[in-house]
């Protein structure tokens, strides 16, 4: 993926545990997961979702995983006929645990992929791992091994198609008019402001910020509306302290709201 993700606190104190993660076979009783296979669609690619159930109260997380999660991690390389893969992630929600804010799923996740086969006329078959990080009083990360056999002209899954009707809004979809970016120096690296003119979302409007610099971390932004326009401010740097640069066209914000999310791709 492009996008940076904030490095969390709980990721930071498992650093110590093998890169790897746990298997998943130590943790029968809390996780089942599973490819399920879906349907190609007219341009040849291929629609699967990696699925995982946990237990109650178990939770797992988003792309941009905030301070008290662990950002899901892929591996495909032993695939068959695998060129691309695409993931089309659904509305996460927003957790806040003893001043900790994470983002994810509660008792699990169904992330539609999007295939793009080397040649559209043969079966992709999946082989390979996702390393994603579960939590329930404690984070853990988790190491869970993946094979399927996707078959050429599958049918369409219901469960699927209804994790990909709820993934965020455009910026078009959900009626953003505008969205400014103001990019200035301070102490730390770069204070960034986005000012986005956008209808209301519901509640209080969570806001993530993901740049596409990989050396660049995003701390934990803030939101404010007023009136028809919604602010956030986060600060930018580098772990070594050096100076950050961010290409405003490759910033995205996504805002959680109680009514819908939205992501938009880029500001001014």
């Known amino acids: 993926m492009k996008k940076r993700h904030l490095l969390s606190a709980c990721l930071t104190a498992l650093l110590s545990l093998p890169l790897s993660g746990a298997q998943a076979g130590m943790y029968d009783d809390t996780i089942r997961h599973s490819i399920l296979p879906g349907w190609q669609e007219a341009d040849g690619a ?4 990696f699925d995982v159930q946990l237990a109650p109260g178990w939770k797992t997380y988003w792309r941009a995983p905030g301070e008290g999660g662990i950002p899901p991690m892929f591996d495909w390389s032993a695939s068959d006929n695998l060129a691309h893969v695409d993931y089309l992630w659904p509305a996460p929600h927003v957790f806040d645990r003893e001043g900790l804010r994470s983002i994810g799923y ?15 006329s043969k079966p992709i078959t999946l082989r390979g791992q996702a390393d994603i990080g579960v939590c329930q009083d404690i984070c853990m990360p988790v190491t869970l091994p993946l094979d399927a056999a996707l078959p050429l002209q599958g049918k369409r899954n ?9 993934i965020p809004f455009s910026a078009k979809e959900a009626g953003v008019r505008d969205v400014k970016c103001d990019v200035r120096p301070d102490e730390r690296g ?24 990989p050396q ?15 602010y956030v401010q986060t600060t930018l ?15 995205t914000i996504t805002v959680i709201g109680s009514k819908y999310t939205v992501e938009i791709d880029g500001c001014k």
Not at 216 to 230: E, K, N
């Open 216 to 230: 660049v971390w995003v701390d934990v932004p803030h939101s404010q509306r007023q009136g028809d326009t919604l």
């Open 106 to 120: 509660k008792e699990g996740m169904l992330l539609p992929m999007r295939l793009t086969p080397k040649d559209p």
């Open 190 to 213: 770069l204070t960034l402001t986005a000012a986005v003119k956008m209808p209301f979302a519901g509640g209080h409007e969570d806001a993530v910020i993901e740049v596409a610099t």
């Open 46 to 49: 291929v629609i699967a979702a």
């Open 158 to 166: 219901p469960q699927i198609a209804a994790a990909m009707a709820a």
């Open 237 to 251: 740097s580098t772990a070594g302290g050096g100076a950050v640069f961010v290409n405003r066209s490759e910033v």
